[in-house]
T-cell receptor
């Protein structure tokens, strides 16, 4: 069965620290990959997505993610986090022609000012 | 951009009653909508996929007679929690799949259901 694994469940950083959140998926075929963010009390927002092309994807708010097909990974990065990045981050995968999203369990990021 | 409006944002109901949650696509036609349930500090659990004009497809373990989904038009999908119990208390989120080659998904703001 398809699955998405996010390795870091809780991350605490200080402002200006660099961030990398891991995401691995299990599916052998073509995938579309997404990172969503959920700020406290708000709905899910798309940070970035990968369908094809350049495996290094730039998203909003300075986030980027790199698709490494050989590692089945799509890690999220930000060189310098801000307090306002405190949120839940979810990795999701859509495989094949099925538009269902398979979700990771999420990573709770807390950035201390 | 594509917006999904979900109402109500929160609702408190008594055990045994039914609650309807609406999800409307405001500026696009949503042929496919997804209904999720999210427990505190946890990920989204897909409950069902609804396609306009046809029966919803429920995920394993989700009672279709309890969680009634209607997608009668391209702009409206509803989830009705029937005979609600306290264990149905949760955060329910709808999502629409967008069209196009590099499609995405847009999410409603969610409904916090509390059954007392």
């Amino acid at each position: 069965a398809q699955s998405v694994s996010q390795h870091n469940h809780h991350v605490i950083l200080s402002e200006a620290a660099s961030l990398e959140l891991g995401c691995n998926y299990s599916y052998g075929g073509t995938v579309n990959l997404f990172w969503y963010v959920q700020y406290p009390g708000q709905h899910l927002q798309l940070l970035l997505k990968y369908f094809s092309g350049d495996p290094l994807v730039k998203g909003i708010k300075g986030f980027e993610a790199e698709f490494i097909k050989s590692k089945f990974s799509f890690n999220l990065r930000k060189p310098s986090v801000q307090w306002s990045d405190t949120a839940e981050y979810f990795c999701a995968v859509n495989a094949g022609n099925n538009r269902k999203l398979i979700w990771g369990l999420g990573t709770s990021l807390a950035v201390n000012p | 951009g594509a917006v999904v409006s979900q109402h109500p944002s929160w609702v408190i109901c008594k055990s045994g009653t039914s609650v309807k949650i609406e999800c409307r696509s405001l500026d696009f036609q949503a042929t496919t909508m997804f209904w999720y349930r999210q427990f505190p500090k946890q990920s989204l659990m897909l409950m069902a996929t609804s396609n306009e004009g046809s029966k919803a497809t429920y995920e394993q373990g989700v009672e279709k007679d309890k969680f009634l989904i209607n997608h009668a038009s391209l702009t409206l999908s509803t989830l009705t929690v029937t005979s609600a119990h306290p264990e149905d208390s949760s955060f329910y989120i709808c999502s629409a799949s967008l069209q196009g080659a590099n499609y995405g998904y847009t999410f409603g703001s969610g409904t916090r259901l509390t059954v007392v």
